[in-house]
């Protein structure tokens, strides 16, 4: 319980402070504090007003700037981020992802996951509420939708208004700019699957392919859907991570939370007569300010929903009213059960699920790491020929028989030049030098041959090696086995 029973309790027995603060109910829009309605039904049209997780949620959001601008950004004179389906080739500043790397892929996935799962255990949907696409999106759209149709309130009268030409002329603006940021996502997010500079070209000669043309617009049209009109709702209704999160969150992971015990009973305030009783209140004046820039419509104050996604905005509401009241922040503040049980929360790397977590998330890590440190621009396959296993000679040696396969992952043509090392006496035969192509694979004939005399085992060990011919630090070994028949 807080010193508002004593703001009563002085205003009944000096009627100083009360009148000092302004805090007479008529008077509270003296000190910035609006009594609000509660959101009804209907598009939520969130207030906005500025606080430090406000200024946070911009700053995260403006990471995906970066989805704009990485297309444009060259690397040794290629698309710096491409993902070339139609080679099956991801070039990512320099590097170039083929196939059979493709398992450093599934360890950046494997590590973002956990991530995810990891700092919802820690802070709850950080994801939803700072990150996510669609939340940020919505904001942008919303914002915009302030621009353009002003406060809330005026925002809901607009969209109850009948259609009228008035009407269409304040909102046909605001979508037209909301379908030119859902075509630019669109567009951008295709860009990293082709050329942009060639996409825009072949925009402007009507020369886009049918894959291209038809995911754009599904794109724009959902982009424009989902973040425009569907909003919080997507969320709410659509949204599959929404609903397995609470699997993660538990007693000890911290959300934006209400202070039930010091905001409780809410009332608001009211002069109390002289010889009355001053009621009994907490320090919520039930002024519903957290309500109204919630962006999902959420009610904090009945504890955790599904519909919150952490994003904070109330607690920002809540303390601008708090220090308007002079009092301390915090009524409503990222919190966990068990703190407010009067519990002591563990340390991080005391919590079982976090060290679970963090412990996958270092393994994806570590490999994703060593792939990185161990990934050669070259990669070398041997296929031993299956039928026959081996031939024996009229010389009395046995032979084997391999197809290699060399696959360039630089950005330069590389001239291979096979070699094989084994047992004494061991010839070879290779296809002659192959050039191969950046991000293409060649392939040659290799015949082995070894004096039968010099076989202890029916299967012994042999080298391959490769380089080019033009960079000696650019070369594969491959482990095989020589195959021959039991000695008699
Ligand atoms: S919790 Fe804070 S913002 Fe919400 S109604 Fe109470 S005083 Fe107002
Ligand atoms: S209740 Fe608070 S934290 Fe949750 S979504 Fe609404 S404003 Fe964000």
């Known amino acids: ?195 942009a500079y060639d996409l825009w070209a072949r925009l402007f000669s009507f020369e886009w392919g049918s894959t291209e043309t038809i995911v754009i617009l599904s794109l724009t049209i959902s982009t424009f859907f989902f973040a425009g009109i569907l909003r919080e709702q997507t969320c709410i209704g659509f949204c599959p991570y929404a609903r397995i999160q609470g699997a993660m969150i538990d007693t000890q992971t911290v959300v934006p939370a209400y202070d039930n015990e010091r905001g409780e009973p809410r009332g608001r305030m009211k002069r109390v007569k002289p010889g009355e009783e001053a009621p009994d209140l907490g320090d919520c004046i039930d002024c519903n300010l957290c309500v109204a820039v919630c962006p999902t419509g959420v009610d904090i104050r009945r504890g955790q929903q599904f519909g919150c996604i952490t994003c904070g905005l109330c607690i920002d509401a809540c303390d601008s009213v708090m220090d308007k009241l002079k009092k301390p922040r915090g009524l409503i503040r990222y919190a966990s059960l068990a703190e407010f049980a009067g519990q002591k929360l563990p340390p991080l790397f005391k919590r079982p699920r976090v060290i679970v977590y963090t412990a996958i998330m270092g393994f994806a890590g570590a490999m994703l790491v060593y792939g990185l440190l161990t990934m050669s621009p070259i990669d070398l396959k041997a296929l031993h020929e299956r039928s026959p296993l081996f031939v024996q000679m009229s010389d009395g040696s046995i032979q084997n028989k391999w197809t290699i396969k060399v696959v360039n992952k630089s950005n330069e043509v590389i001239h291979a030049d096979i070699s094989v090392t084994g047992p004494a006496g061991l010839t070879y035969v290779a296809g002659k030098q192959i050039t191969i192509q950046p991000g293409n694979v060649g392939s040659t004939t290799l015949l082995v041959r070894i004096p039968k005399n010099n076989l202890t085992e029916t299967s012994t060990p042999v080298y391959i090696h490769v380089k080019d011919l033009n960079n000696d630090e650019i070369s594969a070994d491959y482990e095989t086995a020589f195959l021959s028949p039991k000695k008699r």
């Open 1 to 195: 319980m807080s010193d508002n029973k004593d703001l009563y309790r002085d205003n009944k027995q000096t009627g100083s402070l009360l009148d000092e603060m302004n805090l007479d109910n008529k008077n509270l829009q003296n000190i910035g504090v609006e009594i609000l309605p509660v959101h009804t039904g209907g598009t939520v049209h969130a207030k906005r007003i500025p606080g430090k997780f406000r200024m946070f949620k911009w700053i995260t959001a403006s990471f995906w700037i970066s989805l704009f601008v990485f297309p444009y950004l060259r690397w040794d004179g290629h698309q710096a981020i491409l993902f070339d389906l139609a080679n099956r080739q991801f070039h990512i500043f320099g590097l170039t992802i083929l196939p059979q790397d493709i398992w450093m892929l599934a360890m950046i996935l494997l590590f973002f996951a956990l991530l995810l799962a990891a700092s919802t255990a820690v802070a709850g949907r950080l994801w939803c509420g700072y990150f996510c696409f669609h939340t940020v999106w919505t904001d942008v759209f919303t914002w915009l939708e302030e621009k353009f149709e002003g406060q809330p309130n005026k925002r809901m009268r607009l969209d109850q208004s009948k259609m009228s030409f008035e009407k269409i002329k304040i909102k046909a603006p605001k979508i037209a700019v909301w379908a030119l940021i859902a075509f630019m996502t669109a567009f951008s997010f295709v860009a990293y699957f082709t050329d």
